[in-house]
């Protein structure tokens, strides 16, 4: 097997066209950043420079609450997340997420978290406490998790699996070859792991991943993780462009083409994946609740012979 070799440093720096975004702070944005604020919460928007954050929060109300703390434990070369020493746990953070899933009456929500290595579940009982408070506050919100890996411990999995999300998200974030030059601390195989992991303890959760591109990945090796995802039981896919938070993250290599990103989202459908979201501003989360409801109605056979 090819060695992992660093990809060029030099990148590449002017941003096409088809990624300029058209900032909109709305009434509805501002509202969102108001409640959020007032809980004392984090959301994933903010702490990863999230190009989408204008139009989640301004025209469909939705933002993907980070828990667990701003403070991660890990440093990843794409990530702009803060590194460092995590705070204590806080357990009132469910319950505020909770109340704030019902304020902003969501259908769908999206919870991801920061890798927090330092604790022995590293984190898994606080996400099931969020799922359950969500299901007491918003018991008609439909609830994903964008967890961490969780150090591959399979008791920390179970014990976020069997509080019973809608669906359970891992992101491989990008092909084997570039894994150890761009993630910390983290292993791919560890991730496919995870997601087989999940879909063995509860076969009706939904798992799901997604990848960057534009950090020096082949065509070839998109469609071998592809491959890989399908064969670990992940049946959703998302596709995104990677963009360099800052100066001293790392550089990106290529800025894929819209059609280039239609053809692959064409050849992960062809693949057997149920769903798959692939365009420059695709994100983990980006139209989560509209993606679960498409998922609903091709592929649940209970939500499609009722008619919902």
Same mark, same amino acid.
């Given at each position: ?26 009434? @509805? ?54 590194? @460092? ?6 357990? @009132?953070? =469910?319950?505020? +997420? ?41 018991? @008609? ?18 014990? +976020? ?9 891992h992101n491989i974030e990008t092909s084997r070859r570039l894994t150890p030059l761009v993630?910390?601390?983290?292993? %791919? *195989? ?11 303890? *509860? ?51 290529? %800025?894929?083409? =819209? ?26 989360? %980006? ?22």
């Amino acid at each position: 097997m090819d060695q992992p070799t660093s990809p060029p440093q030099s990148g590449v720096n002017r941003k096409p066209e088809w990624l300029r975004i058209h900032l909109n702070t709305t009434e @509805g944005f501002r509202d969102v950043k108001k409640l959020i604020r007032s809980q004392r919460l984090n959301t994933v928007c903010e702490e990863a420079k999230c190009p989408n954050i204008h139009e989640c929060w301004g025209d469909h109300r939705t933002a993907t609450f980070m828990i667990l703390g701003d403070t991660c434990t890990r440093r990843c070369r794409f990530c702009a997340v803060k590194t @460092g020493l995590p705070g204590a746990v806080d357990w @009132g953070e =469910p319950q505020r +997420v909770a109340e704030s899933v019902r304020e902003m009456q969501l259908r769908h929500v999206v919870i991801t978290m920061v890798n927090r290595d330092d604790l022995k579940d590293g984190g898994a009982a606080v996400l099931a406490a969020t799922v359950h408070a969500i299901r007491a506050e918003a018991p @008609g919100c439909s609830v994903e998790l964008l967890s961490s890996d969780l150090m591959g411990r399979r008791e920390s999995i179970a014990a +976020v699996c069997e509080s019973k999300p809608d669906i359970m998200s891992h992101n491989i974030e990008t092909s084997r070859r570039l894994t150890p030059l761009v993630r910390s601390r983290s292993d %791919y *195989d560890r991730s496919l792991e995870f997601l087989r992991t999940a879909k063995e303890i *509860d076969p009706d959760t939904v798992t799901k991943s997604s990848m960057m591109l534009g950090l020096g990945e082949t065509r070839e090796e998109i469609l071998e993780s592809m491959d890989d995802l399908l064969a670990h039981g992940v049946t959703v896919m998302n596709l995104g462009q990677y963009l360099q938070p800052s100066r001293t993250h790392i550089p990106v290599q290529k %800025y894929w083409r =819209p059609e280039e990103f239609a053809e692959l989202k064409e050849r992960a459908l062809e693949k057997g994946f149920h769903h798959c979201e692939a365009g420059p501003l695709v994100r983990s989360s %980006y139209r989560a609740g509209d993606q679960y409801e498409s998922y609903r109605r091709n592929v649940h056979p209970l939500f499609r012979e009722s008619g919902a």
